[in-house]
């Protein structure tokens, strides 16, 4: 599989890619005043900074509903067609909490552990691509939580000028699988394997699917799809200036195409646990 049919369309993107792109985590907060009616200026600076970073943060005043304006706010940027997976609510809505359900639990997201680098829906076949997640923070916890998170566009132009033979491993058609989901003898999700970098049909756009789980995980039994997962994952624990790191504050959110992030640990305060909105889509933004 190729990425770019010829090597000067890839050095045109490239060079757009890296000129449009922004480092400062400032410059991506957008307040919003009414999440229920989007000014023209606010959409447009949520949309412009996906478009040039794949991600925008916003910032919101406090309200009598945030998920009905966690909602408003996805469908005012056309995020509609959402994801219908396990524990998600009305409209797709996953609130990510501590929990005391030990078969949630056994998603990490649910507990309070690190989770290492992934894309969101990783374990989703081609046809239901998670293509965009949003997060609003409703309570942070006592300590710990913080996001990292890169544009898996620029971790591809990274990745593919340090190496480019690791570059081109990770698009083979079989470079990551994961086995079905088997509970209690009935199959919850089917087996999918695909690439790790892979251009969507849908949008055109260049995306990822990626986990460094090691359950229920597995990589081309290759030498070149083993040293470019490693090459791959060391350039994830650099901190290069397109790595951003934050703890979403109360009424702070993320919403991005679905780039490649991981979560630390974290404590919780048992009177008022940590909680986030979680809403994934089918649509880019």
């Known amino acids: 599989m190729s990425i770019f049919n010829k090597l000067d369309e890839y050095k045109y993107w490239r060079d757009e890619k890296l000129e449009m792109a922004v480092t400062s985590v400032d410059d991506c907060v957008v307040p919003i005043v009414d999440p229920f009616n989007l000014s023209h200026n606010e959409k447009e600076k949520l949309t412009e900074l996906c478009t040039r970073n794949n991600f925008a943060l916003f910032q919101l005043q406090k309200q009598e509903s945030y998920v009905d304006a966690f909602i408003k706010i996805n469908s005012q940027l056309g995020l509609t067609n959402y994801d219908k997976h396990l524990y998600s609510q009305d409209s797709g809505i996953a609130k990510i909490t501590q929990t005391n359900n030990q078969e949630q639990a ?26 965009s997640f949003v997060l609003l923070c409703i309570n942070k916890a006592a300590s710990g939580g913080k996001s990292t998170w890169i544009d898996h566009q620029i971790l591809y132009i990274l990745l593919r000028e340090n190496n480019p033979e690791a570059a081109h491993a990770l698009t083979h058609a079989r470079a990551m699988t994961i086995p079905e989901h088997i509970t209690n003898g009935v199959i919850r999700r089917q087996k999918s394997a695909g690439p790790i970098f892979f251009i969507d049909e849908k949008s055109g ?31 994830l624990a650099t901190n290069s200036k397109y790595h951003f790191k934050l703890l979403l504050a109360p009424r702070q959110g993320i919403i991005c195409n679905n780039v490649i992030h991981k979560r630390e640990d974290f404590i919780d305060d048992p009177a008022v646990p940590r909680l986030l909105l979680r809403g994934r889509y089918f649509d880019r933004v």
């Open 205 to 235: 756009q260049l995306s990822m699917r990626y986990t460094q789980r090691k359950k229920n995980v597995q990589f081309l039994n290759s030498v070149e799809i083993k040293q470019a997962i490693e090459v791959l994952d060391n350039l």
């Open 106 to 131: 056994e998603f990490i997201p649910y507990t309070n552990r690190r989770i290492g680098w992934h894309t969101d829906g990783y374990y989703n076949p081609p046809e239901q691509s998670i293509r």
